[in-house]
């Protein structure tokens, strides 16, 4: 539960401290106030949590040795949400860290921590699945393995297997063109996704590549994919479904000489 801002903090509008100079240089806690309130008029309350108690799960990702804590965490519910609150960061100035599961081990979800933390973590709903053309479509935060649980039943599934699959978000796999096993064969991410819905830092709507084979114009799905959350916000991805294979083997194969593997 978020308890009510510090005493005063309410009593200037944001665009008063934008307006002063050395805004950056803000302490924290007026900094925090300002980002607060102004994030409180885009977002139902229970969307938005600043108190230390409510960001602390959020300090870190799969790289656990570096930890912080955001000025807030934000968790939309609409892409209406998401496009609003980017436009209220970027307003203010404000470094926005996209996060899926936290799961990744470069530390890219890391929060900043005079920066906000836009978990997509309420965007997980897979809305088709088409058979006949071989497409799901997902909301960003959909894990990636059930993308492969809701295809099952048509005899299909989605390739790239990060080992973190039962957890990770197609988002992030997006971010990091995530790849596992099966990549030797089907290739990463960006080989396996057909359109990438989402919202630059300024709350601007961007599609990258199209539901056809291909795009007209500049191949943008592939800097979008694995450019690490930093040129868009994801919040909704067409992967390519393959049907699964009728047999599958495991084989192990030792070699004196590595040479003599090829
Ligand atoms: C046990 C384990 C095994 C792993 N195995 C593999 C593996 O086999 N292959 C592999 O490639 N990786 C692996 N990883 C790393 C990690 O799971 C992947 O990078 C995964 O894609 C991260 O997804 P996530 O949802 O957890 O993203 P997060 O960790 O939350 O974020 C990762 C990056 O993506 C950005 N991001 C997340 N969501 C969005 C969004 N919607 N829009 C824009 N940017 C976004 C974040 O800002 C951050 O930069 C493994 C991790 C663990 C812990």
């Known amino acids: 539960m978020n308890a009510p801002l ?18 950056l240089e803000a302490p924290r806690a007026q900094r925090q106030a300002d980002v607060v309130q102004a994030l409180r008029a885009v977002l139902p309350a229970h969307a938005l949590l600043w108190q230390q108690e409510d960001v602390v799960p959020y300090e870190c990702d799969g790289l656990t040795a570096y930890r912080t804590t955001p000025l807030c965490v934000v968790l939309p519910e609409t892409e209406e949400q998401v496009a609003a609150v980017l436009r209220a960061c970027h307003r203010l100035e404000v470094p926005v860290v996209a ?11 890391m929060p900043h921590e005079r920066g906000v933390t836009l978990s997509l973590a309420k965007f997980n709903k897979i809305l088709q699945v088409d058979p006949v053309s ?3 479509t997902v909301q960003c935060g959909v894990r990636n393995l059930a993308i492969s649980e ?9 390739a790239p297997d990060p080992s973190s699959q039962i957890a990770c978000t197609i988002g992030g796999n997006v971010a990091e063109n995530s790849g596992g096993v099966h990549c030797l064969k089907y290739g990463l991410t960006v080989h396996n996704v057909l359109q990438v819905r989402g919202y630059t830092i300024e709350g601007e709507a961007v599609t990258f590549g199209s539901r056809a084979l291909d795009a007209a114009g500049l191949d943008l799905l592939s800097v979008i994919v694995g450019s690490e959350g930093m040129l868009a916000v994801t919040t909704e991805v067409v992967v390519k479904l393959v049907p699964k294979p009728q047999l599958a083997r495991c084989i192990m194969a030792s070699f ?4 003599r593997a090829g």
């Not at 200037?12 to 805004?23: T, V």
């Not at 809701?150 to 989605?158: I, S």
């Open 150 to 158: 809701a295809a099952a039943p048509y005899g299909l599934y989605y």
């Open 134 to 136: 071989r497409t799901a």
């Open 256 to 259: 004196d000489d590595v040479t």
């Open 99 to 109: 996060r899926g599961a936290g799961t990744g081990l470069s530390g890219g979800a």
């Open 6 to 23: 510090p005493p005063g903090a309410l009593n200037a509008p944001a665009s008063a401290h934008l307006a002063s100079p050395g805004l």
